[in-house]
Nanobody
């Protein structure tokens, strides 16, 4: 089993930046695909970004050029740097993981591909 714990959410004005972190614990020895999903009230879940163990990343079209996903395998930590934030980025952001290589998120309509593990989520609110 893998446990995921997010931190770093908060409130920011449109155009601002926020960073999220996710620490993995438990069976961290495997090469997991890790990523971020988000879900806003009344909307379907949306895959935001995903990154393979070797650092290869892919993004949803809605965040390309604004968000950067990264990971530090030695620290079992996943990051998401969010810039040029928009009110429509407001959502609960979840850290997720799955075995094997990452799916290409832009190939999927919401709710996106399934991930076996998910954290409790952290709230991001962007005001206009």
């Amino acid at each position: 089993q893998l446990q995921l714990a997010e931190s770093g959410g908060g409130s920011v004005q449109a155009g601002g930046s926020l960073s999220l972190s996710c620490v993995a614990s438990g069976r961290t020895g495997s090469s997991y695909c890790m990523g971020w999903y988000r879900q806003a009230p009344g909307k379907e879940r949306e895959g935001v970004a995903a990154i393979d163990y070797d650092g290869a990343a892919n993004y949803a079209d809605s965040v390309k050029g604004r968000f950067i996903i990264s990971r530090d395998n030695a620290k079992n930590t996943l990051y998401l740097q969010m810039g040029s934030l928009k009110p429509e980025d407001s959502a609960t952001y979840y850290c997720v993981a799955r075995h094997g290589w990452c799916p290409v998120l832009s190939d999927y309509d919401p709710p996106g591909p399934d991930f076996a593990y998910r954290g409790q989520g952290t709230q991001v609110t962007v005001s206009s």
